[in-house]
Nanobody, 128 residues
Framework: VQLQASGGGLVQAGGSLRLSCAAS????????MGWFRQAPGKEREFVAA????????YYVDSVKGRFTISRDNAKNTVYLQMNSLKPEDTAVYYC??????????????????????WGQGTLVTVSS
């Protein structure tokens, strides 16, 4: 199983980026996928998740209204559209996939331990 993340880069505050994560080797259609991020010197934190079959989405409060997670069934790919970016969004962004029944419980989608597969990360830098 491989998760290939892409789309990071350097953008000015207020700008937009769209991250992509293509999954190969299996689908996550029965469970879901998410995005986490890790800023320098900080813990990896949850950003967003999507329950693949029904499209339910979850976000950390700091990105609500600015970021949107979506998926493309045909391409087995999850996206993170990031608008109105702020310097504090600067981090390495990781996509992750879950094949755990724990993903069915809403409270678990925020936890790193719920995810079984991780991508390599893509760097997002937002300049002020």
């Amino acid at each position: 199983v491989q998760l290939q993340a892409s789309g990071g880069g350097l953008v000015q505050a207020g700008g937009s980026l769209r991250l992509s994560c293509a999954a190969s080797g299996r689908t996550f259609s029965n469970y879901g996928m998410g995005w986490f991020r890790q800023a320098p010197g900080k813990e990896r934190e949850f950003v967003a998740a999507i329950r693949w079959s029904v499209g339910s989405t979850y976000y950390v409060d700091s990105v609500k209204g600015r970021f949107t997670i979506s998926r493309d069934n045909a391409k087995n790919t999850v996206y993170l559209q990031m608008n109105s970016l702020k310097p504090e969004d600067t981090a390495v962004y990781y996509c992750a996939g879950s094949v755990s029944k724990a993903f069915y419980y809403s409270g678990n989608v925020y936890s790193r331990e719920t995810y079984d597969y991780w991508g390599q990360g893509t760097l997002v830098t937002v300049s002020s």
